[in-house]
């Protein structure tokens, strides 16, 4: 079964939003398994957001910001930066639930990345 590659792309995007073809590293940020018995409760999707716990992430350069947040029905969130090797900061690419609903275990304590987010891609490895 193959897995599905989380990729972060720094790219300079010019001011209409598009991404531009120059510059900018990509960062694997995660590796998630296809198949339900293989990651269990480490990844979870809701919404078109992956919730992925600290086994399937492949980078150490998520750092919470000092600014929380409050969802109505998710409670209490902190927004995670991301510093590349180099030194490039994408802010507010994800957050983490801090104070979760405990109706939701899945989302406890696991970074969250918007699946639609222009920086971001997803790649199938093998």
């Known amino acids: ?6 990729i972060h792309n ?5 001011p209409d939003g598009t991404a531009s073809e120059a510059g900018g590293a ?3 940020l995660a590796t998630l398994s296809r198949s339900p018995e293989g990651n ?4 979870a999707t ?10 399937c992430l492949r980078t150490t350069g998520f750092q919470h910001s000092v600014v929380p947040g409050l969802c109505v029905y998710k409670v209490v969130y902190l ?3 991301h510093r590349s090797a180099d030194g490039a900061i994408s802010k507010a690419l994800g957050w983490r639930y ?8 899945f989302i406890a304590f696991r ?16």
Request: charged share 15%; aromatic share 10%.
């Open 1 to 6: 079964m193959s897995n599905l590659i989380l």
């Open 10 to 14: 720094y790219n300079k995007r010019p």
């Open 26 to 28: 990509a960062v694997e």
């Open 40 to 43: 269990g409760w480490t990844t």
């Open 46 to 55: 809701e919404a078109g957001v992956w919730y992925i716990h600290r086994r």
């Open 79 to 81: 927004w995670m930066h």
């Open 98 to 105: 801090v104070l979760p609903n405990p109706l939701l275990p």
């Open 111 to 126: 970074v969250a990345l918007p699946g639609p987010h222009p920086d971001l891609q997803i790649l199938e490895d093998g």
